[in-house]
């Protein structure tokens, strides 16, 4: 148990809908990361926050968002699904912005159908 | 940009040694991080090198050449657990350190 939690664990839903993943990263962790994971392009970072702060965006589509909040933890907001955002989601923490060793998840496994 | 490179699959069998390469393009690089993941969970933290060199822990190590842009992890006395992917990351100097860029991992199957 890495000390990261995400929810849901698993998350079905229809072609245009909307959802939040959610993530509380391990405590004393100040920045937090998403990561994309789909069968055929490996893991995707999507954005950090640190500290309640935006500090990186990788790639990441207009119609996702995220945010943190003041108690640390990490909202993925994604909306107007499509199929090819059938993934695994993933939450990673660390100490500082740093990264120098970051502590994933068990991730969320989105599927949209 | 970066591109990172790993065999896609390997095998081994149980005991034995296998080495897991990557080689990496940066335009400007900091470090290099290997992780372990079984299907369908969480990628687990094995190893970061900054510097050129081996570091072992355990029954894993893993080299860097930071001139050459490799950089293998090797697994002694292989078990079956140890059947899973091998993702090698790396911060980009140019991005700054937030954002680690991972391979898309090589499937290590061992058997008996």
């Known amino acids: 148990d890495s000390g990261v939690t995400q929810t849901p664990k698993h998350l079905i839903t229809a072609t245009g809908q909307r959802v939040t993943l959610r993530c509380s990263p391990r405590?004393?962790?100040?920045?937090v990361y998403w990561y994309q994971q789909s069968l055929d392009q490996g893991l995707q970072f999507l954005i950090q926050?640190?500290?309640?702060?935006?500090?990186a965006k990788g790639n990441i589509l207009e119609r996702f968002s995220a945010q943190q909040f003041p108690d640390l933890h990490s909202e993925l907001n994604l909306s107007s699904l499509e199929l090819g955002d059938s993934a695994l989601y993933f939450c990673?923490?660390?100490?500082?912005?740093?990264?120098?060793?970051?502590?994933f998840g068990q991730g969320t496994r989105l599927t949209v159908v | 940009g970066q591109n990172i490179d790993q065999p896609t699959e390997m095998t081994a069998t149980e005991g034995a040694i296998v080495q897991i390469n990557c080689t990496y393009q940066?335009?400007?690089?900091?470090?290099l991080f290997w992780y372990q993941q079984h299907a369908g969970e969480a990628p687990t933290f094995l190893s970061y090198?900054?510097?050129?060199g081996l570091e072992e822990k355990g029954r894993f190590s893993s080299f860097l050449s930071r001139s050459k842009g490799y950089s293998y992890l090797l697994l002694k006395e292989l078990q079956m657990k140890d059947s899973a992917s091998y993702l090698c990351?790396?911060?980009?100097?140019?991005?700054?350190?937030?954002?680690?860029?991972f391979g898309t991992g090589t499937r290590l199957l061992v058997s008996p």
């Open positions: 990673a923490s660390s100490v500082t912005e740093m990264n120098t060793e970051a502590f």
């Open positions: 405590s004393g962790d100040l920045s």
């Open positions: 926050y640190y500290n309640g702060e935006e500090r």
């Open positions: 940066t335009s400007g690089f900091n470090g």
């Open positions: 090198n900054v510097l050129d």
């Open positions: 990351a790396v911060t980009p100097m140019n991005t700054g350190f937030q954002k680690l860029v």
